[in-house]
């Protein structure tokens, strides 16, 4: 089966805490196990591949301040 071309998109959804929790505790249990796992933003699901880590051309965590507002970022980056 050939795979299917994915066009260019940015999807953000905004989340209440406990669903923020939720999502970085699956990542990372399918991350640490090499599972495939699903994320869902703005109703669209997504495969996450098993083995990404090992596919991964960038990790990166950022921090940043920008007039008082503090933001903290992780990359995850694979073709």
Known sequence: ???QSVQDMELKQYLKPDQFL???RQTVNALE???EFQVTVND??????AGVLQK????????EVDE???ELEFT???C
């Open 56 to 63: 991964a051309r960038k990790l990166r965590v950022e921090y």
């Open 33 to 35: 196990n090499n599972r």
């Open 76 to 78: 995850l980056k694979w």
């Open 22 to 24: 939720t999502i970085l």
């Open 1 to 3: 089966m050939a795979q």
């Open 68 to 70: 008082g507002e503090h």
């Open 44 to 49: 669209r699901q997504f495969t996450i591949p």
